[in-house]
């Protein structure tokens, strides 16, 4: 070990991270998931220990600090020590047939073989292999570019010559979905057209980067999340791509680290999030509801998870959730019983007992998003009514506020202007990052005739009495605790109210009244309440 230790210092507990989108993993994390991944292996192989094989091959397609390459390349030459006694020959033998390693940029291509070679160059002095004859060694890395496709054709002038001229509009990249105005930006800058996710045969480009068939049994990782689009107003999702097409190399073992937001919501994870929890053979599941205790200083929002997935294993998952360092679990799950996942066991418990009285959802009497049709920064309000005005329900200069229109200017959905409404903020708490929870904001409670902007949403009700008596339901931490189970973001969709059952309108709700009613224990009300915060009445 002399060999690694004087060339390797371990600074990468403390590196700075790229971006929220792309960050180094900690050392620890990479250690726990590689530890996952010898356990599981040695469960499949009669208690054999994958550090001791010198024939398993390793490969992280998206490596940034090479964190995972540098503690795979410890693990196996100690474990290799009978099976190879000559130390230069095993880490030859570990760095040159069994470790392997995509780049996702030039810099992360030289950062991460400086952690596993000591080098940034495979082939110079200070590399502790002596065996490459290619500076690259087995970490690759070479410019990709988009593929740009669909969008709009148009004829153009050209400014100074007066040519007419042909241009290309709307373009997305066919392979991550990259927006071409924000990520064709010339040769200077990164284009983030990640290598191993731009080709329609992952293991024939794996042949051309490192020059021979392979088959990799163990691929493991930390994907880029997202990509920025649309101007920057929103985020697409791209870690999906990377596990659809890590599967595609059919690995015994395939463990990655990515947001957790998949198990409830994102942008276009609909098909995603069904084969995901569909999928038998993913074997272990570690959540992580706070992304902070995992990546210092970056705020993923819904937390991040890593799982195992053990080709040709099928059963149930186990599943544990780690939060401020307490572990949950692990316990076996069906991870499809719903059609999102419920984070935790008591959760899970509680939630049964109420889908048992198979009640009406409270989606029901609940508005779309932008149901009225005014985005949440629409300019044509007024301060002040005059004439045939109608109220409106805002979040303006970062304040609730009530404005007006003229009622002819309601197009959209003026047939609810008659109900009473109970107007339920769109944007609330964190997604449970900090325990207990509000989960949702506080209500504002709407006389008839009243419309919104998109900062709410809003139940409707005949008259006054049936509002005030379900915002008394609202407000209790049972109505929120449901919510929580489909919320790990800070949005609160109307999807995110569907197991909230509906309750008789003719009465107030108190929390005592709805624990009796579901039969919940006073361990599970105990549960409930440390997760919960009570909302105060204004």
């Keep these: 070990m002399m060999l690694l230790q004087g060339h390797n210092p371990d600074v990468l507990s403390c590196i700075a991270n790229l971006s929220n989108d792309e960050v180094f993993t900690p050392p620890e994390i990479a250690n726990a998931m590689l530890d ?8 499949d192989n009669d208690g054999t220990n994958i550090w001791a094989n010198p024939d398993v091959k390793f490969l992280d397609p998206f490596t940034k600090s090479g964190i995972f390459l540098r503690e795979i390349t410890q693990r196996l030459t100690e474990g290799l020590v009978g099976e190879i006694p000559d130390l230069q020959e095993r880490v030859n033998h570990i760095l040159t047939k069994q470790v392997y390693g995509i780049a996702i940029t030039k810099l992360t291509g030289m950062l991460s073989r400086r952690s596993t070679y000591c080098s940034k160059w495979a082939t110079r002095g200070h590399s502790i292999c002596t065996a490459f004859d290619d500076d690259s060694g087995n970490i690759w890395y ?10 709009n054709r148009e004829s153009r002038v050209h400014p100074t010559t007066g040519e007419e001229i042909v241009v290309y509009t709307n373009r997305r990249c066919s392979y991550c979905g990259a927006n071409e105005e924000n990520y064709n930006r010339g040769d200077e800058f990164e284009t983030h057209a990640y290598a191993f996710i731009h080709t329609d045969n992952i293991p024939k480009r ?3 980067i490192f020059g021979e068939t392979m088959q990799f049994d163990v691929v493991i990782g930390n994907p880029p999340y997202q990509l920025g689009a649309e101007g920057g ?24 680290i990515i947001p ?11 098909d995603f999030r069904r084969e995901m929890l569909h999928d038998r053979q993913i074997r272990e599941l570690v959540d992580y509801p706070n992304s902070q205790q995992v990546f210092h200083g970056v705020d993923v929002k819904g937390g991040v998870c890593y799982f195992v997935r053990q080709s040709g294993y099928s059963g149930d998952c186990n599943y544990s959730q780690i939060r401020d360092g307490v ?5 076996p799950r069906d991870l499809s019983e719903h059609d999102v996942l419920v984070r935790g066991a008591n959760e899970l418990q509680i939630l049964r007992k109420v889908l048992e009285h ?18 949440s920064n629409f300019k044509g309000l007024h301060t002040s009514p005059h004439g045939d005005s ?7 200069e970062k304040r609730r506020q009530v404005k007006f229109i003229q009622r002819s200017e309601v197009k959209k959905s003026a047939d609810l202007l008659p109900f009473w409404k109970l107007m339920v903020p769109k944007a609330a708490s964190d997604g449970g990052k900090t325990i207990p929870d509000i989960v949702l904001g506080k209500p504002w409670l709407a006389s008839a005739g009243s419309a919104c902007t998109q900062s709410f949403l809003f139940f409707m009700f005949n008259s006054e009495l049936e509002a005030k008596n379900f915002e008394s339901y609202y407000r209790t931490r049972f109505f929120r605790f449901l919510v929580s189970l489909r919320k790990t973001t800070q949005d609160a969709t109307k999807a995110t109210y569907k197991w909230v059952p509906l309750q008789s309108l003719d009465r107030e709700w108190t929390d005592e009244m709805l624990y009796e009613k579901y039969g919940i224990t006073e361990d599970e009300i105990a549960f409930i309440e440390s997760m919960i915060r009570p909302m105060e009445v204004d």
């Design 36 to 43: 996952q991944v010898a356990d599981t292996w040695a469960a």
């Design 142 to 151: 070479e410019r990709t570019e988009h593929t740009w496709a669909g969008g």
């Design 206 to 208: 794996l042949t051309e």
């Design 233 to 256: 107003t929103r985020d697409i999702p791209i870690y999906q791509h990377f596990i659809e097409q890590a599967k595609r190399l059919d690995p015994k073992l395939l463990a990655m």
């Design 260 to 270: 957790s937001r998949w198990m409830s919501t994102g942008l276009g994870l609909a």
């Design 327 to 331: 572990t949950t679990g692990p316990s």
């Design 358 to 375: 198979k009640e009406e959802s409270v989606q029901s009497i609940l508005s779309v998003d932008k149901q009225f049709g005014w985005t």
């Design 390 to 396: 109608v109220p409106v329900y805002c979040i303006q």
